[in-house]
């Protein structure tokens, strides 16, 4: 008997490349089921899962896997598996960086750009018909992004690509990661880059270290009329902290790409402050990304089940 290798597949991805899969036994999760629980029935005897960012692996799912060799998320990010746990027991992890570091980068440039310039709101503005007064000299004066100051925490792809863009607008650049990097930005300290900067952009990794990084304490040291850009993850600020600094105007405003909770509630404060842009994680959401992220995830997923060298790989963890 010929034994076929069978694939999991939580969500339909952009493009053929499912379709593409000749010689296993590809299982797409149907739309009606919870995709928990759906894992959980299917994956006992799954030799490789293709997955999203909304599905958490952790140590009860991995422990009911028992032939997979491959979790192959469909994102960058991978702090939705238990990667030390799934490496522990021999699965290879994968992912799909680079190929949405530009599509990224757009999107917290174009967020910081935004809210400086008060984008949203103007917008309203003229939808809610209270465009009154028409044009006048202190009317919506929003604070410049050409020439200020830039300070990228975490300077990896995507820290360096937003340099790239900020360069062109003139920005002085000044970041703070765990090393220093060759790039064409000063080094400084935490508190020297929140005491400098006119925006604050978020570029870090989520991990146990940067678990709410952004506290009150960090907000009170920037300068009262900064803005804070996230397009990370939710969970390196802590979005209470962040709504009171908001709240007792320590900082001008914020632009944020992801929530400690997604999907963001309406209720939430933050989406009834005018100071605030918040859009729904759609970082790397353009139709050419998407379609690079499924090419690199399908073919990492049956590279590893084929005995081939993946694109990408997570191969340990800190
Ligand atoms: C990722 O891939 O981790 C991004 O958050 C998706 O936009």
């Not at 900082?251 to 509630?265: H, M, Q, T, W």
Request: neutral net charge; proline residues 3%; aromatic residues 8%.
């Amino acid at each position: 008997m010929i034994y076929v290798k069978k694939i999991l597949v939580t969500h339909k991805l952009p493009g053929n490349y499912l379709n593409e899969i000749k010689n296993y036994e590809v299982k797409i999760r149907p739309e009606n089921e919870n995709s928990e629980k759906w894992l959980l029935n299917n994956i006992k005897d799954a030799n490789g899962i293709l997955i999203t960012l909304t599905d958490k692996i952790d140590r009860e799912i991995l422990n009911y896997a028992e032939n997979l060799e491959v979790i192959s998320t469909y994102s960058v990010g991978y702090d939705h598996i238990d990667v030390k746990y799934a490496l522990s027991k021999g699965i290879r992890v994968t992912n799909t960086p680079e190929v949405l570091t530009d599509s990224t980068a757009d999107m917290i440039f174009g967020l910081m750009i935004a809210i400086a310039r008060r984008v949203v709101e103007g917008d309203k503005l003229i939808r809610n018909n209270k465009w009154e007064a028409g044009w006048y000299p202190q009317f919506m004066l929003g604070t410049d992004v050409s020439g200020a100051t830039l300070g990228i925490i975490g300077m990896g792809r995507i820290g360096r690509a937003m340099l790239q863009r900020a360069h062109g607008f003139n920005m002085k650049c000044i970041y703070y990661s765990k090393h220093r990097h060759d790039v064409d930005a000063e080094y400084v300290s935490l508190d020297e880059l929140l005491q400098k900067s006119d925006y604050v952009a978020l570029c870090m990794d989520y991990n146990k270290e940067t678990h709410h990084f952004m506290d009150y304490d960090k907000f009170l040291k920037m300068k009262k009329s900064a803005f804070i850009i996230n397009g990370t993850r939710g969970k390196v600020i802590n979005e209470n902290d962040l709504i009171k600094a908001l709240d007792n105007k320590i900082i001008k405003g914020a632009a944020l790409d992801v929530f400690e909770s997604e999907p963001l509630n309406s209720e939430n404060p933050l989406t009834k402050m005018d100071n605030v842009i918040v859009t729904p994680h759609l970082g790397s959401a353009t139709v050419e990304t998407r379609d690079k992220m499924a090419y690199v995830a399908v073919k990492n997923l049956i590279n590893i089940l084929s005995g081939v060298e993946p694109i990408y790989e997570i191969k340990n963890i800190s």
